[in-house]
């Protein structure tokens, strides 16, 4: 699965240093990780994962039950993620999302979001597993009796 999909790095930091909304979609992952940079005095960045959204009324609502004290966000922006999930590290994208929050002022926002990294991976390693044995999926051929 992580194969040579070309990743245009610069524009993925480009939109995590500016955007105020994004979602990471991850091609085995039923999952999606939110980064809201939006923050006031009272609450920091929130980096979490949110279940898919069947459209983009439900995730905008999602948003306003996860951050009522804030304005609808004007627009969110996806980043579609073919690769593993370890390579958000490799890549020093995880590190980057980080590097906002702490810029922000809030250091310990970043310092609490390996659970969120750990969790993306055990999914992730679950999903994998489910395809191997077939647990969910249905098999494009099968083996002859």
Not at 2 to 8: E, F, H, R
Not at 95 to 107: C, E, M, N, T
Request: glycine content about 6%; proline content about 6%.
């Amino acid at each position: 699965m992580d194969t040579d999909y070309g990743i245009d790095l610069d524009a993925v930091f480009e939109v995590i240093d500016t955007a105020e909304v994004i979602t990471f979609r991850f091609v085995t992952l039923h999952h999606r990780l939110l980064f809201d940079a939006r923050h006031n005095e009272n609450d920091g960045p929130l980096l979490k994962l949110v279940p898919r959204a069947t459209s983009l009324e439900e995730r905008f609502k999602a948003i306003k039950q996860l951050r009522p004290r804030f304005r609808l966000p004007e627009k969110i922006t996806a980043i579609w993620w073919p690769k593993y999930v370890d390579s958000l590290v490799t890549l020093g994208v995880w590190d980057r999302v980080l590097r906002r929050i702490s810029a922000a002022g809030f250091p310990a926002v970043a310092e609490g979001a390996g659970p969120v990294l750990e969790e993306l991976k055990q999914r992730e390693r679950v999903e994998v597993l489910n395809a191997i044995t077939g647990k969910g999926y249905h098999p494009l051929w099968e083996r002859a009796p």
